[in-house]
């Protein structure tokens, strides 16, 4: 410390030789330029822990700032989807007198396709569901008996007319419709099914076995007809018949399509 504060010049007219002088200057500059040193023992102990410290230091929010952070994230994400996706008022339920129009102008469409081709079914099927839904019956079934008329083999036309038959009762009626229809085409199954359902109603067995067995060619994984099948084989006293039919059922319970 004391040859720090001594000036260059004094050192050097005190020092007589050159060897001697660039020894005091080294020196002199060492002390006042390098840094002052830890020693080893306190340098490892406390650089080592600080190092790992701070390598696995991750900066971490509390609680409150967290779930500060949450609400307003989830505020503003709210205020996002509302301002873009929700609309200010939800849409205002229509009113009965403009639902009645607008089914009037949906019969009025229907009726139009009806006119422009009276050979489709199609149309009439259509118009058939719309009278369903408004909940008159007698168009409706007037409408499935034309389509039927155009077309025996549109299933869903006739399920729909012969359901609407039951539901007021008019047993007759749906079996006139179903002969009918099986008459006219070998392939509307729909009409043997109903058929045989209605004559296994009836007691009458030969026939039921007839529509059925008919109507199984339809419908090969329909569980109830091979037991409909089965009950009329067994009330004529065909008993190994009656049995292969149970069996039948019980395969396209067990397994599905089985007898496919």
Known sequence: KFLAQVPTVLLLSLLPSDGAIHLTLSALHRSTTAPKRIPPSASSSSSAPLTRIHSSFKPT??????????????STAARDSEGSALPAHPPAPMSAPAAKQGAEEEAERLLAAAKLNPND??????????YARAGDAQRAARCFERAVALDPDDAESGEALCDLLDAEGKESLELAVCKEAAGKSPRAFWAFRRLGYLQVHQKKWSDAIQSLQHSIRGYPTCADLWEALGLAYHRLGMFTAAVKSHMGELLNLIVPGSLL
């Open 61 to 74: 929010q509390s609680a409150a700032d967290s779930s500060a952070a949450r609400r307003s994230t989830s």
């Open 121 to 130: 079914g199609g149309p009439f099927r259509s118009l058939g569901h719309h």
